[in-house]
């Protein structure tokens, strides 16, 4: 059970429903001890241009290469770390890491945006701002270089302490992305009040927007309601040419998925990207 405010109660936990799954307490223990051991590392997928197939982005994507169980995906892990204190810690490395890199990439002559995965209990943490903007200074890098994807959460939140941390981190010049439109925590509502810069439509649409109407409804709707708020729209799970084609006859601007590249380091981003570049057109 949480609390509002994200105190945390462990009431009691019934092994019987998954007998194979890991117990949230060992997996949170497992995890500190992970982020202290450097157990984490993070791959970067690119966001493309639909326009013009550039790259003009990555996401950073934790991965945690875990000592006896092997390589786990964050779906394994996220969920269980927001239900503590931990996901604050989680959240604090893939950004030093990812701010990093960054610094790497920049060095290397990439000019790419940074959008690192935050859930809403790290952004109604205090001082989320002051430490994002922090790491950033650390770094070297332009806070407008960095764009945090608020992801879904199963955990409660102050709507309001949300908006005010989004309209400081926008002051700050980092913009707030909403991911998983359309299946994931953030709704209506939310785009209402918040300033978000971005708006991610959910795969689940993007993926059969080819053959289903009612998901190329939703596409081209999420889509028109992004651009009339200002923001851009990014579509997530592209994984042919034809939907590359026709998000961008939608006017959808970024695209991200298997059919560019599938999430991996960023220096092999950008040997690829070197490698484009010099071919002859
Ligand atoms: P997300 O932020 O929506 O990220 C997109 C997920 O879709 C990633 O899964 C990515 O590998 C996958 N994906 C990308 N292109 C395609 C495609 O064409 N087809 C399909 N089927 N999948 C595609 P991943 O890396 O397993 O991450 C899952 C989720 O875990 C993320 O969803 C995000 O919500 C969360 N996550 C990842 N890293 C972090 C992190 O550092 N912090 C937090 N709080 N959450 C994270
Ligand atoms: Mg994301
Ligand atoms: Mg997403
Ligand atoms: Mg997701």
């Keep these: 059970y949480e609390g509002k405010r994200g105190a945390t109660k462990i009431v ?50 934790v991965r945690w290469q875990h000592p006896q169980r092997g390589r786990m995906s964050p779906d394994e892990f996220i969920p269980v770390a927001e239900r503590s204190p931990l996901i604050d810690q989680l959240t604090a490395w893939v950004v030093d890491r990812a701010l990093r890199d960054c610094a790497a990439w920049q060095q290397a002559g990439a000019d790419w945006t940074l959008s690192v995965n935050v859930s809403a209990r ?11 903007v922090e790491a950033t200074r650390r770094y070297g890098v332009d806070p407008e270089r960095l764009i945090l994807e608020l992801t879904e959460t199963m955990t409660p939140f102050d709507d309001e302490v949300l908006r005010r941390t989004v309209v400081d981190l926008q002051q700050a010049g980092i913009r707030v992305s909403l991911d ?4 994931g925590v953030t709704n209506l509502a939310q785009l209402r009040a918040i300033p ?26 999420i889509i028109d309601l992004g651009h009339r708020l200002g923001c851009t729209v990014t579509a997530e799970g592209v994984e042919s040419a034809e939907v590359a084609e026709r998000l961008a006859a939608y006017g959808c601007d970024l695209g991200q998925g298997y059919y560019w590249q599938r999430p991996t380091a960023w220096r092999e981003l950008l040997a690829q990207e070197v490698l484009t570049a010099a071919q002859p057109t």
């Design 196 to 221: 978000v810069a971005e708006i991610k439509i959910d795969r689940q649409f993007v993926d059969r927007l080819d053959r289903e109407p009612a998901s190329e409804a939703v596409v081209a709707s």
């Design 122 to 132: 790290n952004l109604t943490a205090p001082d989320v701002v002051q430490r994002a």
């Design 12 to 61: 009691t936990y019934a092994p019987a429903i998954a007998p194979a799954a890991l117990s949230p307490l060992v997996l949170q223990r497992e995890l500190a001890e992970a982020i202290a051991e450097d157990q984490l590392f993070v791959e970067y997928q690119p966001k493309v241009l639909l326009a013009t197939g550039r790259t003009v982005g990555v996401e950073a994507l």
């Design 180 to 183: 998983d439109f359309g299946a």
